[in-house]
């Protein structure tokens, strides 16, 4: 629950209207969403594919205690009555980043962004863990990562947060400066430079250049946490002021690297340079989530939490819903479920951990397109050819026009009887998935969230 004064939401948003008459009325929260709001909610008619300004009694009955409105007072419903609070602005979306970065300066928590083309989501609720060892924290929820997403975010921040963890998404360029410079980052990450949403890029050099967007707001001496062994952030870091810098990876070259790994099929543990006689478990598969463990505890090493302190913390995260979880699926098999999103860097990571698993059954692979990766789509898409071994996963089973290339590159190593492509209508998919399954078996379900894969996945599972 936050605090705020319809006076201090005037003065923080540039009300346009005398709105005196009800200046120490409180404000316990803030949404856009009528089904949201909560008695003395501040209401934001935000105008998207539909006008929230016509949702205003709505909004009331719903217990609203104030609205904000950047329409002429005179097209006030006339339901609205002179008691309750209206706020007059030129722009409500631009008022509720206004408001967010009022809210953020009052709490003043420590701030830490995070951004990347793989692996936010995981490294935003494992900084979570490794920093709740020690502070009062507050994080992202769900996809609340954009210009909407993160201003609601930092107004849902309990008043006594003490570090808030942001997550920062991005489809064009420009659009993580915008959130950097809302939040202004004491710790900014950048988990890593992919493929995602190449298509409006050109290049992975384009999608580094918006990821380094994140350190337009970082404050001075503010900490930037990357990848050392990314060539292209490499070249970016060295024009940065005024910054320091905290590199992660694999090789002795980066302020944190590991030193052993061992990824099993429920967790993966590994020991790090800082302290090599500590073991750090987490319980998710993959070794590519080592290295978002150590952005979280270098995140962790720069507010004051030692990896001692922040290790057991880390072995009982909780990991966002979709993202690589296993399920139990039809006929006594395991569903490893990743179709929340998915980029060739990912696919690639994920297939190739897949590829080691010992179980009892076979092991399946049901793969779905990948999308806005532009006119590097075929190109990129046959590039998972190389993770995918028929000694290693028996059966893949791919989903969408844009699997075609690889379905046909396939071909010259997987037996006919072992590879399967399917286009449209997915009940053909399901039923066909449903019938291949036996006891035992692995199968792994990843693709975009667009080409909407889990619907299989829930179809399969028990």
């Known amino acids: 629950m936050i605090s705020l004064t319809v006076k201090e939401i ?129 994080k992202t929820q769900g996809n609340f990562n954009n210009h909407i997403g993160l201003p609601i975010t930092i107004l849902e921040m309990p008043i ?90 694999s090789s002795s070259k980066n302020d944190l690297y590991p030193l052993a790994i061992d990824a099993q099929m429920n967790q993966t543990s590994f020991t790090t340079n800082k302290n090599p006689d500590l073991t750090i478990n987490l319980p998710v598969l993959g070794k590519y989530n080592v290295n978002n463990a150590l952005a979280a505890l270098m995140a962790g090493m720069v507010l004051g939490v030692p990896i001692e302190k922040s290790a057991p913390e880390l072995a009982k995260f909780q990991l966002t819903k979709n993202r690589t979880e296993w399920l139990n699926g039809l006929n006594n098999s395991s569903i490893l479920n990743d179709a929340y999103n998915a980029n060739p860097t990912a696919m690639k990571a994920v297939l190739d951990n897949f590829s080691t698993f010992k179980n009892k059954g076979k092991k399946m692979a049901i793969l779905g397109d990948m999308l806005e990766l532009g006119n590097q789509t075929s190109e990129l898409h046959l590039s998972i050819k190389d993770s995918l071994n028929p000694t290693q996963i028996e059966k893949v089973i791919l989903y969408g026009e844009k699997m075609n290339v690889l379905y046909e590159a396939l071909k010259e190593t997987f037996d006919e009887n072992n590879l399967f492509y399917f286009v449209g209508d997915k009940e053909p998919l399901i039923q066909f998935v449903k019938k291949q399954i036996e006891p035992g078996d692995y199968v792994l379900v990843k693709s975009s969230l667009g080409t909407d894969l889990l619907s299989v996945v829930r179809a399969i599972q028990i």
């Not at 803030?30 to 008695?39: G, I």
């Not at 935003?124 to 009062?136: E, G, H, I, N, Q």
């Not at 503010?222 to 970016?236: A, D, H, K, S």
């Open 10 to 138: 005037a003065t923080a948003v540039g009300a346009l209207n005398d709105t005196n008459k009800w200046s120490d009325k409180e404000i316990i929260s803030v949404d856009f969403d009528t089904r949201k709001l909560v008695k003395a909610s501040l209401f934001v008619p935000l105008i998207g594919n539909n006008d929230g300004h016509n949702f205003i009694l709505k909004a009331i009955e719903n217990g609203a205690g104030a609205s904000l409105w950047n329409k002429s007072l005179k097209e006030l419903p006339l339901e609205v009555e002179n008691d309750f609070p209206v706020i007059q602005v030129k722009d409500t979306l631009k008022a509720l980043q206004d408001l967010a970065k009022f809210y953020l300066a009052k709490v003043d928590p420590k701030v830490v962004g995070i951004t990347g083309s793989n692996g936010k989501t995981t490294t935003k609720d494992m900084t979570d863990a490794v920093l709740s060892s020690k502070y009062r924290v507050h």
């Open 160 to 249: 006594d947060t003490e570090v808030v963890i942001l997550e920062m998404g991005m489809s064009r360029a420009g659009e993580i400066k915008t959130l950097s410079e809302l939040a202004k980052p004491d710790v900014a990450i950048i988990t890593m430079i992919g493929e995602s949403h190449i298509e409006f890029f050109g290049s992975r050099a384009g999608i580094a250049d918006a990821k380094m967007e994140i350190c337009s707001g970082l404050k001075d001496n503010g900490v930037l946490i990357y990848p050392g062994e990314e060539p292209l952030l490499q070249e970016r870091v060295a024009g940065l002021v005024n910054k320091q810098l905290k590199t992660f990876g």
